[in-house]
C-alpha cells in the first residue's frame, strides 16, 4: 500500500478523475514521489490543460520565425546570422505573497528561459497590475516587487529598460508581475531541449537544491484563499550574483560542441526541467537523487523533484566531455554534477539511497496531460453578464485644463520615472531609448542595429469586449514599436486570467485570443512564445475577486540604424503638430470617463486593422526618412494627454485648435486607436505623402512657448503639468520614494 488517501490527492491538486488517469498511466497506485511529479506536470502552470486547445488557434509562422511556441522562448531573425530570442513569463501568486522574492525570481527565471537557448539577454521588461493605489497592502506590494526587479535586475547585469503599470480595485487580493526578457543569439548557436543519444550524461549544473520553492508550480495554478500568507514557504529565493555566473558558464560551454540539450529548471524544477527534455526527444531518463547537489541534510526524492530553487539547470552532454564542461562550471564557482544518463526506456526511474523512488512512463506526463474544453459563454451571454452600461450622454468638460491636471497625476496615466530609476536601465551601454517612451530600443551590440521593445494591455477594454480588447493589445503594440520607426517582428504573451472553471472567465480568454489571433494575421505578427497564467483571484479580498481579463502583449521590432528611430519628445518650437489616423472622439471606457466621472461605461474602442497596418506602415516609412521629429502614439487619455507628454519630454509647449463640428471634450480626450501624433518641419510634404498613402493627416497646431494651449480654451503650464504628473507615485510611496 502507498499510502496515498483522497485527501493527499487533492492537497496536490489533482480532482478524483485525474488521479483515476494517474491510477490508469501507471497500472498501479502511485507511490507519493510518483503522485508529487504527476500533480506538479498535470498542474494548469504546466500542463496548460485548460488553455491548450485555444492556444493551437493562435498564429506561430512567419519568414522571420526561427522556433515557435514549444521551447524555452521563441526565435526570430534578425539578419546577419543573428536571432532575436525572446520571452514574457508570470510571476503573480508569489509575488502577492513576498513581492520582492516574488518578483526577483520572476525576473530570473524569465532570463533562464532566453539563455538556456544561447542568447545573452541584452533587456529587460515588465508588466505590472496593482490594486487601487489607497489599499492597505498596496503601497508594500508596489514597494517590494519594484526593489525585487530592480534588486535582481541590476545585479545580474542586464538593463530594465522599460514596461508598463495599471491600477485597478480587481488587483486588489492577486497583482500581477509578467517579466520578459529578449536576447540576442547566433542563429548556428541556437540551443533546444530534445534530449537524445542513449548512454548521454545528464549534469546538473548552478546553485544546490533546496526545500524553497516546493509545490510552487501547483500554488500557480489555484486562486489564493485566506491562507495566503502561509503560503510564503513556496516562494523561491534567488541570487541573482550566481545567475550571472550561470549566464557566463553557460555561454561559454555553449561556445564549444559539448551540449546535446539544455533546459533551466523553473516551474516544477528537476521535474519539469527532466521530462520535458526526454519527451520532446522520445528517450527516457534514469537519475541518481543521491547525486543532486544539496544545501540541507536529508532532503528525500519528493523533496528534490519538487524544490523550485533558483539559478539551476540541466544538460545532456556529449559523452566524455563531462570533464571540459565541470572544469567550466568550476572556474565561474558553481556546483556541476552528472546525475544520471539518458535511457531507451521512455520511462523516468529515480534512485535514491539505493532503492527505485519512482518508475513511470514519461508519454503520460507530457502527452496524456489533461486537455479540457472548458464552457464558455456566447458574447451575448457575457456582455449580459459584464453588464458594462452603455455610454448615454456626456456632457461636455466644463474645465478642459482642470481635467487634463487631474488626469495627467491620475495613477495609469503618471510618470513612472518612480519605478524606472530604481532600475539600471543603461548596464551595457547600448540602451539607445530609455524608459517613458512608446518603446524601448537596444542596440545589437556591436552594429547599427536595434531591437526595439514594447509591452502592451488595455484590461478594461478587454473586460467590456474580450475580443475588440485583445485585438487593441496586439495593436497597440505594433504601433508603439511602428513610433520609434521598427518593424514589428512577432509577439510574446501573459495571458492572465481569472478562474477558467467559470464559464463568464472562459468567455473572456476566447475572446482576447480570438481578437489577439486576428490581429496577429493582419498585421503579419505572430506569436512565438508565451505564458498562461489562470486562478487569479483572491477569496481573502471577501467574496471572491477576479482580476481584469489581463493578456498582457510583448513585442517586438527591427530597427536597421538606431540613429534613424523617433523619440515621442518636442524637439524645437515652431514645428508642425500633425495627428495621422482617423478618429471620432471615443469616450466608452476612456481614462477621463473613469477619472473625472468615475465612471467604467461604455463600449471598448473598435480597432479597424486594416487602417491600423496602413497607418503604422506610413508613419514608419516617415521616421525613417527623417520627415518626422517626434512621434508619439495616442491610447489612454486621448490626443490631450498624448500632446502634454509629448511636451513634458522635450519641455517646449504648444498651441493648437479644435476642428468645426467636433466635441471638445470627445476630441481632446477620446482614445480612437490606430492614430500618432507627429510633428514636422515640413508639413506640406508630409500632408502630400499622406494623401498618397491614403491615410488622414490633420495639421492641428504647432509647437513652442512654456504651455499647452488650445486656441481659445485651456492654456496649462508645463510647470504644473509636470507636478501634476510627477507627483503620483513620490506621493504615494513616501519615505519609499525617498529611498529610491
Not at 2 to 31: C, D, F, K, M, Q
Not at 608 to 626: C, I, M, N, W, Y
Request: with cysteine.
Amino acid at each position: 500500500m502507498t499510502g496515498i488517501t483522497p485527501e493527499i490527492v487533492a492537497e496536490h491538486g489533482l480532482s478524483p478523475e485525474e488521479y483515476e488517469r494517474v491510477l490508469h498511466a501507471l497500472g498501479r497506485e502511485p507511490n507519493l514521489t510518483e503522485l508529487g511529479i504527476f500533480s506538479v506536470m498535470w498542474s494548469e502552470h504546466c500542463s496548460y490543460k485548460s488553455s491548450r486547445i485555444h492556444l493551437k488557434k493562435l498564429p506561430t509562422e512567419g519568414p522571420q520565425v526561427i522556433c515557435g511556441p514549444g521551447e524555452n522562448a521563441g526565435v526570430v531573425d534578425i539578419g546577419d546570422g543573428q536571432a532575436a530570442i525572446f520571452k514574457m513569463e508570470s510571476h503573480n501568486h508569489p509575488s502577492y505573497i513576498e513581492p520582492y522574492q516574488g518578483a526577483a525570481t520572476g525576473v530570473g527565471g524569465i532570463l533562464r528561459d532566453v539563455f538556456t537557448m544561447g542568447a545573452r539577454p541584452i533587456a529587460n521588461m515588465n508588466a505590472l497590475r496593482f490594486g487601487r493605489p489607497d489599499h492597505p497592502k498596496m503601497r508594500h506590494l508596489i514597494s517590494g516587487v519594484v526593489h525585487g526587479i530592480g534588486g535582481y535586475g541590476n545585479c545580474v547585469g542586464v538593463p530594465t529598460v522599460g514596461g508598463e503599470v495599471n491600477f485597478h480595485p480587481a488587483y486588489d487580493g492577486n497583482i500581477l508581475v509578467n517579466a520578459m526578457t529578449v536576447g540576442v543569439a547566433d542563429t548556428d548557436k541556437i540551443f533546444y531541449s530534445a534530449a537524445s543519444g542513449v548512454g548521454n550524461p545528464i549534469v546538473y549544473v548552478g546553485s544546490k537544491t533546496g526545500r524553497d520553492g516546493i509545490h510552487g508550480a501547483t500554488m500557480a495554478s489555484a486562486d489564493f484563499g485566506e491562507d495566503a500568507e502561509e503560503k510564503r514557504p513556496t516562494v523561491q529565493v534567488g541570487d541573482p550574483f550566481t545567475e550571472k555566473l550561470l549566464i557566463e558558464a553557460c555561454l561559454e560551454l555553449m561556445a564549444s560542441d559539448a551540449i546535446v540539450a539544455i533546459q533551466d529548471m523553473g516551474a516544477a524544477g528537476l521535474t519539469s526541467s527532466s521530462v520535458e527534455m526526454a519527451s520532446k526527444g522520445g528517450v527516457g531518463i534514469r537519475l541518481n537523487m543521491n547525486m543532486v547537489p544539496q544545501r540541507e541534510e536529508g532532503m528525500t526524492a519528493y523533496e528534490m523533484m519538487l524544490s523550485e530553487s533558483q539559478e539551476r539547470m540541466l544538460m545532456v552532454l556529449q559523452p566524455g566531455k563531462e570533464g571540459f564542461a565541470e572544469a567550466i562550471f568550476r572556474k565561474w564557482e558553481l556546483d556541476f554534477a552528472v546525475i544520471g544518463e539518458v535511457t531507451d526506456t521512455g520511462r523516468m526511474v529515480l534512485e535514491h539511497n539505493g532503492q527505485v523512488v519512482c518508475d513511470i512512463p514519461l508519454a503520460p506526463l507530457a502527452d496524456d496531460a489533461p486537455l479540457y474544453d472548458r464552457p464558455a459563454m456566447s458574447r451575448d451571454e457575457y456582455k449580459a453578464w459584464a453588464g458594462v452600461k452603455p455610454l448615454g450622454e456626456i456632457a461636455e468638460s466644463s474645465d478642459i485644463g482642470a481635467d487634463l491636471i487631474k488626469m495627467m497625476g491620475s495613477p495609469d496615466i503618471a510618470s513612472r520615472r518612480w519605478i524606472w530609476e530604481q532600475y539600471d536601465h543603461m548596464v551595457g551601454a547600448d540602451t539607445v531609448q530609455c524608459p517613458g517612451g512608446d518603446a524601448a530600443v537596444v542596440r545589437v551590440h556591436g552594429s547599427q542595429k536595434g531591437i526595439a521593445i514594447s509591452t502592451d494591455c488595455v484590461p478594461r477594454y478587454c473586460y467590456a469586449d474580450p475580443y475588440e480588447g485583445g485585438k487593441q493589445a496586439i495593436a497597440e503594440c505594433y504601433r508603439n514599436l511602428s513610433a520609434v520607426g521598427a518593424t514589428p517582428l512577432a509577439v510574446t504573451n501573459c495571458l492572465n486570467f481569472a478562474n477558467p472553471q467559470r464559464p463568464e472567465i472562459m468567455a473572456q480568454f476566447t475572446g482576447c485570443l480570438e481578437g489577439m489571433g486576428d490581429a496577429c494575421r493582419a498585421l503579419d505578427f505572430p506569436i512565438v512564445s508565451g505564458n498562461v497564467s489562470l486562478y487569479n483571484e483572491s477569496k481573502a479580498t471577501g467574496g471572491g475577486s477576479a482580476i481584469l481579463p489581463t493578456p498582457a502583449i510583448g513585442g517586438i521590432g527591427l530597427l536597421q540604424d538606431v540613429n534613424a528611430m523617433s523619440t515621442v519628445a518636442f524637439k524645437a518650437e515652431d514645428e508642425a503638430i500633425v495627428l495621422i489616423g482617423a478618429g471620432e472622439g471615443h469616450l466608452g471606457q476612456s481614462i477621463w470617463l473613469r477619472e473625472v466621472h468615475g465612471r467604467e461605461d461604455g463600449a471598448a474602442p473598435a480597432v479597424d486593422l486594416t487602417a491600423e497596418r496602413k497607418t503604422a506602415d506610413f508613419v514608419r516609412a516617415q521616421v525613417l526618412s527623417g520627415a518626422l521629429t517626434a512621434v508619439h502614439d495616442l491610447s489612454d487619455g486621448g490626443l490631450l494627454v498624448a500632446l502634454s507628454e509629448m511636451a513634458l519630454a522635450g519641455n517646449i509647449g504648444a498651441e493648437i485648435g479644435l476642428p468645426e463640428g467636433v466635441s471638445p471634450t470627445a476630441w481632446l480626450f477620446g482614445e480612437d486607436q490606430g492614430r500618432y501624433l507627429v510633428t514636422a518641419r515640413d508639413p506640406a510634404a508630409l500632408a502630400t505623402a499622406a494623401a498618397a498613402a491614403g491615410v488622414p493627416a490633420l495639421p492641428i497646431g504647432e509647437t513652442g512657448g512654456d504651455s499647452v494651449r488650445i486656441l481659445n480654451g485651456a492654456d496649462v503650464a508645463i510647470e504644473t503639468l509636470r507636478t501634476a504628473h510627477e507627483g503620483f507615485f513620490p506621493n504615494l510611496m513616501g519615505a519609499d520614494a525617498a529611498l529610491a
